[in-house]
DNA sequence: GGGCAATTGTTGTCGTCAACAACAATCTTT
DNA sequence: AAAGATTGTTGTTGACGACAACAATTGCCC
């Protein structure tokens, strides 16, 4: 359908000169309805800046709430292991790691069997500091479900879950 | 409940080295599931990436995209009308247009009324492209609904009606 | 009607993030 | 032992959001 849209001519509407919609926004988004990925966008673009503002005091942004999050989850992970299963690079993760390790929050031990990697633990400031932006996230969470509603909420995890 | 969680001691498997597990990554998110943030930043990366591999071809981007389906459907918009409705800085629209005006799909005129602002408008080329575009988002979002579902993303898009 | 604040497009900087490429050290395979 | 793959690291590139400053222009206010 929205194919077909394609075709249909647009309307020449206040075609001269700037626009002058008087106050209300009533501007078509035409084709852009309907595409799953706009929307995902604005909505992923509405969740990190709650995120980040809930968040903000601590200082810890979604990714970094993610890494910590699998560390304390499976302790000793390499740092292949977190980057393959968050969808990271490891290149990326390297500077994560640095700002988190820095904060004493994570340590990075050398493996034993496999020199090359390195073994990811919380540290025990990690640990406790983790508990806490964890009952941020939380709050963070209440405000989703306040903005689009509770089973909404949970329709949308339900929907996504292949995708974690 | 995510705050309960917490509490929960993390299970110390495989935590001498790096870790060794077989091949399956049945690695725990722990909090991470249940965190709606999560989940729709990994889908917002898969369509992302499907978006741009399908209108690959046309060298299209998202926001490419974006702005020139609004420009088709309201002809004459400013740049300022046209970053707020799309949520993006008037500062990043000028380098969109342009690119979108060097390859001939946009055009900038002067405004009489406003001499401050511009009126924008699809070429004749700009408009063609456009359709051959539309169909391939339209492309992709099929791909999108081979992926979740025809109901759940028909779904996800009543549910995010909101945001666009 | 003159002056001051606000708006518009533009340029620039900064920090985040994904995608690569190259590299040394270290396994793994043959 | 040699060749190839993997791991962590460094660096570059480009898209993107957030700011700040600026000139030109408009609107408002007294």
Redesign the pocket.
């Given at each position: 359908m929205t194919a077909t849209a394609a075709r249909t001519p647009p309307r020449k509407r206040a075609s001269n000169g700037?626009a002058r919609r008087s106050e209300a926004d009533e501007i078509g988004l035409d084709a852009l309805v309907g595409h799953a990925g706009y929307a995902v966008?604005r909505f992923q673009?509405w969740i990190?800046?709650d995120f980040v503002r809930t968040l903000g005091d601590v200082e810890i942004?979604?990714?970094?709430y993610s890494v910590l999050t699998v560390i304390g989850a499976n302790p000793g992970?390499?740092?292949?292991?977190?980057?393959?299963r968050l969808?990271?690079?490891?290149?990326?993760?390297?500077?994560?790691?640095?700002?988190l390790e820095q904060r004493k929050y994570v340590k990075?031990i050398k493996?034993k069997?496999?020199?090359?990697?390195?073994?990811?633990h919380l540290t025990a400031q990690g640990e406790t500091a983790l508990a806490k932006f964890k009952g941020l996230a939380a709050e963070h969470e209440r405000n989703v479900e306040a903005k689009i509603g509770k089973e909404n909420r949970e329709q949308l995890l339900r929907i996504l879950a292949g995708f974690t």
């Open positions: 700037a966008r673009i990190f800046q942004r979604p990714t970094q992970l390499s740092q292949m292991a977190v980057a393959k969808g990271i690079e490891r290149a990326r993760l390297v500077h994560l790691l640095d700002s990075r493996s069997e496999d020199r090359r990697s390195h073994a990811l």
